[in-house]
């Protein structure tokens, strides 16, 4: 046997030792964990009595299970409003993620299942330690609906800096696309999703600088209206989040186009917001976070629609300011209070709302 038939035999038996050795010496891990978040809700519109709601908005449990370093399984359920009764505003039972990842390295990796689409910085990631009011911002719900989950498959990777996903998903259902709502009632949400025209969404994120996450996305889908029938949607939104050095910075903004006004009464859908807050924990010198923050955000789901009266109809401002406390990293407490105004009728709508939040 000569030299070099030797030095490929051993070189075979030292990758195939090595492959066969992170199975052999990896124990498969089951892990639980999960969040949840109690509110108190209180709202004053002009002409209206105030309504006052206490309310475990959501209990949330993850199952994960990885069978070996580089194969796991992902999960995540949802009940929302304490129980299930009927019609949706009885409560929600929902699984909003259960797909198999592979993670080959840091630079790629795929998911396939109930996936979450990639688009924005709350639709990822919504525990409520993650953000600062006590309910999720308007924009989080009018414009990009969180949380936003479907069916499909993604694929995801981190290189020099660079963060990056594609994915692709059930689309929406067009015939629930409105100038009120958005795309917000179009969501499949999995449930014997039609197939027929696919979501096509790309995030790319620049993560290089400590505390920093800049970036955008761009999400593509002909929804089915009918059956010969699709109204195209375009979601382009940019992003950024500054956590470091005791100062909280967030910003989002996103444009939804629609090709055919005419189906769903609107052309285009656009809004932003901007927090800002700072903790105050250290200058206490308390291990606690303390965090007195203000947002504004304007949002429009009928920003271009057929008349004025619809447009202004469906344009709002709202400006939020409060105070998020974190004994520990993982449980939050918060108050906050703001003045939503709709732009038609001048109408002004007082919140004032308590929180308390945790993650395991």
């Known amino acids: 046997m000569n030299l070099t038939l030797k030095l490929t035999l051993l070189s075979s038996l030292v990758v195939t030792t090595s492959v066969f050795a992170e199975d052999e010496f990896f124990t498969p891990k089951t892990t639980v964990g999960g969040y949840g978040e109690l509110h108190y809700n209180y709202e004053k519109k002009d002409g209206s009595d105030a309504t ?33 009764e009927g019609a949706a505003e009885k409560g929600e039972l929902e699984l909003e993620q259960a797909y198999v990842n592979y993670h080959c390295n840091e630079s790629f990796g795929f998911q396939a299942g109930v996936v979450l689409a990639s688009i924005g910085l709350i639709n990822e990631y919504h525990e409520p330690p993650t953000f600062l009011s006590v309910e999720r911002s308007d ?9 936003w989950f479907g069916n ?43 197939a027929e025209d696919f979501l096509y969404n790309a995030r790319l994120d620049y993560t290089g600088f400590s505390g920093l996450r800049v970036g ?34 967030v910003f989002e903004v996103a444009n939804i186009t629609y090709g055919d006004k005419d189906l769903a ?18 200058f206490l010198k308390t291990e606690a976070k303390i965090i007195p923050w ?6 429009n789901t009928a920003k271009k629609a057929a ?54």
Do not use: C
Request: charged residues 25%; positive net charge; glycine residues 8%.
């Open 52 to 84: 006052k709601i206490l309310d475990f908005h959501r209990f949330v449990t993850f199952f994960s299970h990885s069978w070996t370093e580089k194969w796991s399984f992902k999960s995540e359920v949802e009940l929302e409003h304490n129980f299930v």
């Open 139 to 147: 924009y989080n719900n009018k414009i990009i609906p969180t949380t």
């Open 152 to 194: 499909g498959i993604a694929f995801y990777g981190r290189k020099s800096g660079f963060d990056y996903k594609f994915t692709v998903m059930e689309g929406l259902d067009g015939k629930k696309i409105s100038a009120s709502k958005g795309i917000r009632d179009g969501r499949q949400k999995g449930f014997k999703s039609n």
């Open 265 to 282: 009464g609107v052309e285009t859908s656009f809004g932003y917001y901007l927090d800002f807050g700072y903790n105050f924990g250290t």
């Open 216 to 249: 955008t996305s761009f999400s593509f889908n002909d929804a089915t209206v009918g059956k010969d029938t699709t109204n195209s949607v375009s979601i382009l939104e940019l992003h950024a989040k500054y956590e470091a050095n005791d100062v909280y910075t």
């Open 294 to 299: 203000l947002r504004f955000e304007d949002y």
């Open 307 to 360: 008349t004025e009266a619809v447009e202004k109809a469906n344009h709002y401002t709202n400006w939020k300011v409060g105070v998020s406390v974190k004994p520990i990293e993982s449980v939050v407490f918060k108050v906050d209070y703001g003045v939503k105004k709709q732009e038609s009728t001048k109408t002004k709508t007082k919140q004032m709302n308590l929180g308390v939040g945790y993650q395991f």
